[in-house]
């Protein structure tokens, strides 16, 4: 159901996909991969009685017609391109705030605990007595079994720590804070996924990790008669 990250005892065994996220992304594209459309962000998602038109291009100009949609992007981004959501899809899909999480690859060995034996998959850094984001470190040798020399790391939240002239990339991300609201909408998904010929899926229906969002994308294909 999830990482168990935060058990102390009785945590489940932990694995990985060969050659990270890029290969299921590549599996799920097998078979449709000239029906999906690259850089054309949707606009907006106008309900019918009977169908759905959803409409992109630059200003939305352009649009297509289905009997249902899909919308598996983060929550806030599902309210902002609906037209006309009602009382509680404005609701849920509301009571998830997000969080900006900068991202960095580099290979700084010193954001590492002192102790080489304890690194681990991910690391956690914390400034004695200070308040700010999370921070926490992936070893992406450990995690994916690298064998290069070179120690490939993924910090979040943490640059003035590290080394500039070993950052690799910045990527900026966007993740849900799980609060009491969010977790009480969480509960009530049933009231707005599968209504009004729209369907939700999305990490911030579970913990916000790739595996939540694996799960909601089911319980979606449960409603066509497709399972795994």
Same mark, same amino acid.
């Given at each position: 159901?999830?990482?168990?990250?935060?058990?102390?005892?009785?945590?489940?065994?932990?694995?990985?996909?060969?050659?990270?996220?890029?290969?299921?992304?590549?599996?799920?594209?097998?078979?449709?991969?000239?029906?999906?459309?690259?850089?054309?962000?949707?606009?907006?998602?106008?309900?019918?009685?009977?169908?759905?038109?959803?409409?992109?291009?630059?200003?939305?100009?352009?649009?297509?017609?289905?009997?249902?949609?899909?919308?598996?992007?983060?929550?806030?981004?599902?309210?902002?391109?609906?037209?006309?959501?009602?009382?509680?899809?404005?609701?849920?899909?509301?009571?998830?705030?997000?969080?900006?999480?900068?991202?960095?690859?580099?290979?700084?060995?010193?954001?590492?605990?002192?102790?080489?034996?304890?690194?681990?998959?991910?690391?956690?850094? !914390?400034?004695?007595? =200070?308040?700010?984001? *999370? +921070? $926490?470190?992936? #070893?992406? @040798? &450990?995690?994916?079994? !690298?064998?290069?020399? =070179?120690?490939?790391? *993924? +910090? $979040?939240?943490? #640059?003035? @720590? &590290?080394?500039?002239?070993?950052?690799?990339?910045?990527?900026?991300?966007?993740?849900?804070?799980?609060?009491?609201?969010?977790?009480?909408?969480?509960?009530?998904?049933?009231?707005?996924?599968?209504?009004?010929?729209?369907?939700?899926?999305?990490?911030?229906?579970?913990?916000?990790?790739?595996?939540?969002?694996?799960?909601?994308?089911?319980?979606?294909?449960?409603?066509?008669?497709?399972?795994?």
């Amino acid at each position: 159901q999830n990482h168990g990250l935060l058990q102390i005892y009785n945590r489940p065994q932990w694995w990985v996909i060969k050659d990270g996220s890029k290969s299921y992304i590549e599996k799920i594209k097998e078979g449709f991969e000239k029906q999906i459309r690259l850089s054309t962000p949707v606009k907006k998602i106008i309900r019918h009685n009977n169908e759905v038109e959803v409409c992109f291009g630059k200003n939305g100009e352009r649009s297509n017609k289905f009997d249902k949609v899909i919308i598996a992007t983060h929550s806030d981004q599902a309210l902002q391109i609906l037209d006309n959501p009602n009382a509680k899809e404005k609701e849920i899909l509301g009571a998830f705030p997000y969080q900006e999480n900068e991202a960095l690859l580099h290979t700084d060995e010193s954001i590492l605990p002192r102790k080489k034996q304890t690194w681990s998959s991910w690391n956690y850094f !914390l400034n004695e007595g =200070t308040k700010g984001p *999370v +921070t $926490l470190t992936y #070893s992406m @040798n &450990i995690l994916q079994s !690298l064998t290069a020399k =070179t120690h490939f790391l *993924v +910090t $979040l939240n943490n #640059s003035e @720590n &590290i080394d500039p002239k070993k950052i690799l990339k910045k990527l900026t991300y966007q993740h849900p804070l799980y609060t009491v609201e969010g977790v009480k909408s969480q509960k009530e998904k049933h009231l707005i996924s599968g209504k009004n010929n729209t369907f939700y899926c999305g990490a911030y229906w579970g913990n916000g990790f790739h595996e939540d969002g694996v799960v909601s994308a089911l319980d979606v294909c449960k409603f066509f008669g497709k399972t795994l």
